[in-house]
């Protein structure tokens, strides 16, 4: 099975008081597809989600998938494979991603 790095960004949520809109996460996950990648580290990001305390005052993320990435390197460590970057309502999340997509940048 091969290894993969994911990128998942979860928007469509109001957190209080700071009023957090959405958040982007990298999951590595191993697949025999990116396809199946990207299912499981949707799956593992929305069962995170769903037991997370500071979720539960707001709806549940929309999660999509960013990128997929297989990483090549046997030496690179696949840990810690959990937080989130989180963004406001006026931020946007392209600034977020862009730092997310960055600091795997070692990855491939």
């Given at each position: 099975?091969?290894?993969?790095?994911?990128?998942?960004?979860?928007t469509?949520?109001?957190?209080?008081?700071?009023?957090?809109?959405?958040?982007?996460?990298?999951r590595?996950?191993?697949?025999?597809t990116?396809?199946?990648?990207?299912?499981?580290?949707?799956r593992?990001?929305?069962?995170?989600?769903?037991?997370?305390?500071?979720?539960?005052s707001?709806?549940?993320?929309?999660?999509s998938?960013?990128?997929?990435t297989?990483v090549?390197?046997?030496?690179?460590r696949?840990e810690?494979?959990?937080?989130?970057?989180?963004?406001?309502?006026?931020?946007?999340?392209?600034?977020?991603?862009?730092?997310?997509?960055?600091?795997?940048?070692?990855?491939?």
């Amino acid at each position: 099975m091969s290894r993969y790095r994911v990128v998942i960004i979860g928007t469509g949520m109001n957190i209080p008081p700071e009023g957090v809109a959405g958040f982007a996460t990298t999951r590595f996950v191993h697949a025999t597809t990116a396809k199946l990648a990207a299912q499981e580290a949707i799956r593992q990001v929305a069962d995170a989600a769903a037991s997370e305390p500071a979720f539960q005052s707001s709806p549940q993320p929309t999660l999509s998938v960013d990128l997929v990435t297989r990483v090549w390197n046997p030496f690179k460590r696949s840990e810690p494979n959990s937080g989130y970057s989180f963004f406001g309502q006026d931020d946007g999340s392209d600034s977020i991603l862009d730092i997310e997509r960055a600091a795997g940048s070692g990855w491939w």
